[in-house]
């Protein structure tokens, strides 16, 4: 089971304006700079509903042996790359505001207030699961009340034996919850050397790349056939986390150095036209003009001056 940060919308949020509202401004260059406001990232919705598909086909599969045999085996078996499309679309969200601030040289987000927002979000229903997982499966004998505890705590993960009827995909939410407690202290490291200019910048790819690589050595060194379980700890997917956080920094970055511009700029030489479409028209519209003039002039038609040129 994966939760999904936000509602495809980053919280980086200016904080409320006092005195009468403006009125919005159509052109490009009057806007607010893209990341001074909370913002919807519509397409994360249709990303968001393939992953909840492909995590609850994976588990379709396994539970009814179809992703062991039968014809569908291999995509069902692999099916359970949804759960990294989750990891990345969170580490996109929940690192982009950090990054606005610290472009913008505004405060980062609260600490606090971040951790209360994602308790609330996550562990109401995680708490009914447990309990329903208690009282309406029936459970081996060596399943006490230890083990719902730390479910609905999300640290059986970091227990040898964790597996309860009903809660077994819960391991995914154990480790995105470790990511939201160490994501402020990421975003504090990521920030010591400023955000302010294209190095910067640039630097903030190397190390989320570096953690790409880190991945896949913490589960070779780590999860040995005895401690499986350590291969689900964060460090062992904090390359899928840091995809998310490293495709944040390219729209986020500090205005003038961005990678990606995410709201058009004007080109100098078009910001002395006030109207480049009626430009456009003035100019088509002259050269048109001539073009009849000379048609004219080839048979004999005074133009508007009464000569034929």
Known sequence: MVEVSGLGVDQAATPPQKGPATPPQNDPATRPASGTRRRRFGGLDGLRALGALAVMGTHVGFDSGDALRGPFSGVLSRLDAGVALFFVISGFLLYRPHLVAMAEARPRPATGNYLWHRALRILPPLWIATVAAAFLLPQPSQVTLAWYLRHAALIQIYFPA??????????????????????????????????????????????????????????????????????????????????????????????????????????????????????????????YSRIGHRENAKVGIPNQHGSAR
């Open 162 to 287: 964790h597996q309860v009827a009903g809660l077994t995909q819960m391991w995914s939410l154990a480790t995105e919850g470790a990511f939201y407690v160490c994501l402020p202290l990421l975003a504090w490291f990521m920030s010591r050397r400023g955000f302010s200019n294209r190095w910067q910048v640039r630097r903030q790819l190397i190390v989320l790349g570096i953690f790409a690589v880190g991945g896949p050595l913490w589960k070779a060194v780590m999860a040995s056939p005895d401690h499986l379980e350590n291969g689900l700890w964060l460090p062992g997917y904090l390359g899928w986390f840091g995809a998310g956080m490293a495709l944040a920094v390219p729209s986020a970055g500090p205005p003038g150095h961005r990678l990606v511009d995410t709201v058009p700029q004007a080109h100098p030489s078009q910001s002395a036209s006030p109207d480049r479409g009626q430009a456009q028209q003035d100019r088509m519209t002259g050269l």
